[in-house]
């Protein structure tokens, strides 16, 4: 039975379970259950702190996890990311009071405060900094430099906001951008069961990524309305009943389906629908 890691609360929570129920699994009624068993799918779910998990995977505990990109990177487990999963996003990045600091460089010797030491640290040591001292708070950090804990810190920014009333600034590049991830051990060999999970999740992003259109249209004019629908290999081109028409089907990316119907008409294409895609496999 596969063993997989799921995020118990937080912002990574609600989306992976969403995730894992459109590719089929069973998932929990009840958020006080911390271990759940499909034996459909021959899988068993244990729901942890989204920080725990990595070290559950990297110890060989769970074959597999869903967990931030920087909670696997800060926690040094010997786990590896294997799928991108496109939700909870976040930028990771520096800040202190305004003219504190330019870049990376200038933090050499400086007190940084940070929730995530060893994700600060490996990006340190890659750039050639030694700090005067990294210090590990949990929850907000902003605070650390009004009181006298740092000198700046280092911590999730999405809008700045809350760092701008704090009295401080960004500044140099982005020390890292996280999204969720399917993370296994670095060791992992190849376990067919996993390769089957990662498909079904692969095949959940690309239907809430892509959506089906069908159109029909001249023949003569199938040329150009390909290239408007190329579809991800080629599109589907069939006769119809009337002399002269064909019905064509394509998957085309959702955020630019409106554009492609507006450009299809142009041609004189008719009778064009767009369904969503509920499950697939490439």
Known sequence: MLRIAVPNKGSLS??????????????????KELVLVDPENQVEFFFLRPR???????????????????????????AEEVLALGFAGSTFRFAGPAGVATG?????????????????AQHLADNGVTPGALTKLDGAVETAVQLGVADVIADVVETGTSLRNAGMEVFGEPILVSDAVVIRPTDAGDDPRADQFLRR??????????????????????????ALTPGLESPTVSPLHSEGWVAVRSMVLRKEAQRIMDDLWAIGARAILVTNIHACRL
């Not at 990376?104 to 600060?120: F, P």
Request: hydrophobic share 40%; aromatic share 6%; proline share 1%.
């Open 14 to 31: 609600e989306p992976a379970s969403a995730m894992l129920h459109e590719a089929g699994y069973r998932q929990r009624k009840d958020s």
């Open 52 to 78: 725990d998990i990595a070290i559950y995977v990297g110890s060989g505990r769970l074959d597999i996890g869903i967990t931030g990109r920087d909670l696997l990177l800060d926690s040094g487990a010997d």
């Open 104 to 120: 990376v460089k200038d933090l050499e010797g400086r007190r940084i405060a940070t929730s995530y030491t060893g994700l600060v």
């Open 201 to 226: 999740l692969q095949g959940v992003l690309v239907a809430r990524r892509y959506v089906m259109m069908d159109y029909d249209i001249r023949a003569e004019r199938v040329a150009e309305a390909v």
